[in-house]
């Protein structure tokens, strides 16, 4: 059996049994008020427990199997390999493209206005309404050129921006009822 | 109403129901607009290597109902903008197989071994040609199928199935998609189970919104456009990026290959295909019909099928037009026939189904299963005049597809030429936005990136993400079957086992899982 495989399926095998566990024993009991059988004015019907309970012996089943085969040897097939450093890059463009998108609009338009105005009442004005959008959009799109591509060029930077233009123009200028993120939220 | 009275309603609905433009005194509706744009959208995304139907349905789902709104004159231009893409979809994938020996969607990677050679000869339009004739025959025969079967199956449902049947019959469904996608029952089982699980927070019949955790935002359920794009479509994208990124810069230049050579197809040489495409097709529709199954195993043992039966010069593998037209024929029949099990029982067999019920079910208006082929002949059943409007806009994807598809196909020969690595992270703040203008909440666009996350995980895990998807999608209305079964049983503990017919599905759920081993050793076999 694959090493890697091996090891995937005992971390499934694990998480799932410890999911399947926590939910069975805390979070249904905890946070669900009807039970697997309800009585409601004498009538037996099914709760609100049955799907979730059904799911999770069954998600626990699945995962005793996973990892007691793994650690049995028995193979389930090669799985792709997982980098760390993919993935804490990745998050890392994903939060710092998604904190600028939040924070740049806000950030101009107390700049601008010297803080007297809230970025509340611009957020269908241009060019207010595009600065968060843009600039977090760009960054996101050009580090992910820039991480699948291993590589740093103004022409990517170049394309993401026109790209994330585009898409700002696409969402924004036929449709008056849509907003850009992340103007909604304010 | 008649049936031929509801038919007639139907294309009417389908034709003159929302007029959005007029030429002269032609008028073009709504839903035939939309089929044609999504057919053309569809063509172009499946022509581009890294791109593929559910791209472009995650996208335009949320654009579109946002654009047209929650009312019932909403639901045929996006079911019919739906329907275009996966037709386009399904053929345009043939394209970088062909031209480039690259395929464009993941099932026409068999169209590869012979498009390709064919290419480099220098016939590369011919084969484009073949692939369009075997590709839009598939998908008429599929979809003829679907109209005949669809109805007469939610029928026969409607008419021998009780409450405890149907919900052993979405059981043995589930099952079923969970032990046939991917290559592990326990994954399969996994999957389907956390999607029953996902599905279960913040619905259920009580006032309080159940495993909720006290969370305002999971209060108010999760969206379920985001989660499905999430685990379908981000997910993907993000595999495909480490992808990229390990294999060091995916910036392979695209040959582009001369093409001097004849480009035509005689009809001598289109009767030859007939009996290749029409092994295939019928392949196909029968794969398509059961859930789960996907194009890529229609493909194969379509071509498999062709093999077996050409025994002429070039082989294939070398080159052989009945190659391409053997595989086209197969993963395009699927398509239709993959409709049967969502219009006539509600259950999605592929994502372009589970599209197309999520569609349905955030309009309202129209709830895919046996009910919506009630013929009603005192009152008039809104449901079955959108049925037949659906069948009808397919058969307007299909006209666009013979008439235009050939055209259209060689003139994205030319065009495909952007790298994924360019394309791909413009995709996903594409998705992105498009998942936040549907209620301008970055809530959404959390979810979307939390499941793509998971459908990233379950991917590089080998647990198949489809079983989630339709288990999640099926969630519903398999817990409302259950529930109003053990009521009408009088609450019966063992109401699932009455009869014979329930009994019998759920020995069969089991038999299924059991069997697993030997079912997935017979189709690897084949």
Redesign the interface.
């Known amino acids: 059996m694959h090493r890697s495989a091996k090891l995937f399926d005992i971390v499934i095998g694990l998480f799932g049994s410890v999911f399947a566990l926590v939910t069975l024993l805390i979070w249904i009991p905890a946070d669900i008020d009807t039970g697997v059988i309800d009585v409601w004015r004498r009538n037996v019907r099914i709760g609100d427990a049955m799907l979730p309970t059904f799911a999770a012996l069954i998600i626990l089943g699945a995962s005793v199997m996973i990892g007691v085969r793994a650690l049995l040897n028995r193979a389930s097939g090669t799985p792709r390999s997982m980098s760390w450093v993919f993935l804490i890059s990745s998050l890392a463009i994903v939060v710092l493209s998604l904190f600028i998108m939040w924070k740049a609009g806000p950030l101009f338009v107390g700049l601008w206005f010297s803080g007297e105005e809230p970025y509340r009442k611009f957020i269908d004005t241009a060019p207010w309404k595009y600065t968060g959008f843009i600039l977090g959009g760009t960054l996101m799109v050009f580090a992910f050129m820039a991480l699948a591509g291993h590589r740093l060029k103004w022409r990517d930077a170049a394309m993401a921006f026109i790209a994330t233009v585009i898409i700002a123009l696409l969402y924004d200028l036929p449709f008056d009822n849509l907003f850009l993120p992340p103007n909604g939220d304010f | 109403m008649g049936v031929l009275d509801y038919i007639l309603a139907g294309v009417a609905a389908a034709f003159f129901g929302d007029p959005a433009l007029a030429l002269g005194p032609l008028v073009i509706s709504w839903p035939i607009l939309l089929v044609a744009l999504g057919f053309f959208t569809g063509i172009l995304i499946g022509a581009t290597p890294g791109l593929s139907g559910p791209f472009a349905m995650a996208l335009a789902l949320p ?1 579109l109902i ?2 047209f709104g929650f009312t019932p004159d909403a639901l045929l231009p996006v079911l019919g903008f739906l329907v275009g893409v996966m037709k386009g979809a399904t053929i345009g994938g043939a394209v970088p197989a062909i031209l480039f020996n690259t395929p464009g969607t993941p099932d026409a990677f068999m169209t590869t071994l012979d498009g390709y050679p064919m290419a480099k000869k220098g016939q590369g339009g011919k084969a484009l040609r073949v692939a369009h004739f075997a590709s839009v025959s598939g998908d008429t025969f599929s979809d003829i199928v679907l109209f005949v079967c669809a109805p007469f199956l939610a029928i026969s449902i409607e008419a021998f199935l009780g409450l405890p049947e149907k919900a052993a019959l979405m059981i043995l469904s589930l099952s079923f998609v969970a032990v046939v996608v991917g ?2 029952t ?2 399969g ?2 999957a ?3 999607g ?2 996902v ?2 927070i913040a619905t ?3 006032t ?1 919104p ?4 006290g969370s305002d935002m999971l209060a108010a359920g999760l969206p379920t456009i985001a989660v499905v794009i999430g685990i379908l479509v981000v997910g993907e994208i ?2 495909s ?6 294999n ?4 392979r230049v695209l040959q582009t290959i001369q093409d001097p050579g004849d480009s035509t197809l005689s009809m001598a040489e289109r009767r030859k295909l007939l009996p290749f495409i029409g092994t295939s097709m019928c392949i196909g529709t029968i794969v398509g019909a059961l859930p789960g199954i996907g194009t890529t195993l229609a493909a194969a043992l379509g071509y498999a099928a062709g093999r077996k039966m050409h025994k002429e010069s070039p082989p294939f593998g070398e080159g052989a037009p009945e190659g391409i037209a053997a595989t086209e024929a197969a993963n395009s029949a699927v398509s239709g026939a993959n409709l049967i099990p969502a219009l006539s029982l509600g259950i999605p067999g592929n994502v372009a189904a589970v599209f197309i019920i999520l569609a349905a079910d955030t309009i309202g208006g129209f709830n895919p299963g046996p009910s919506v082929f009630r013929f009603t002949a005192d009152e008039v059943n809104p449901e079955l005049v959108i049925a037949f409007a659906l069948f009808t806009l397919m058969v307007v994807a299909n006209l666009l597809n013979w008439t235009t598809g050939a055209w259209f196909m060689r003139l994205l020969g030319g065009l495909i030429r952007i790298p ?3 394309l ?3 995709v ?3 998705t ?3 998942v ?2 549907q ?4 809530s959404d ?1 959390y979810v979307l ?1 939390v499941f793509g996350a998971f459908g990233y995980g379950m ?5 198949p993400v489809l079983p989630f998807v339709i288990a999640y999608i099926l ?1 519903r209305p ?2 409302t079957t ?2 109003n079964a ?2 009408a049983s009088g ?1 019966d503990p063992w109401f699932l086992f009455g009869g014979v017919i329930s009994p019998i599905l759920l020995a069969l759920a089991v038999a299924i899982v059991l069997g697993a081993g030997w079912l997935r050793g017979e189709s690897e076999k084949s």
């Open positions: 654009i946002s654009v290559t592990d326990y994954k089982l996994l389907a189970c956390f029953l699980m599905a279960s259920g019949t009580d309080y159940r495993l909720s955790m993000f595999v990026f480490e992808d990229m990124w390990r060091a810069r995916e910036k994924k690595q360019t791909l992270p413009i996903l703040l594409l992105m936005t498009s936040y203008v209620n301008s909440n970055m666009v990136l991917r590089s895990t080998g647990i969630a398999f817990e259950v529930r053990f009521e609450s």
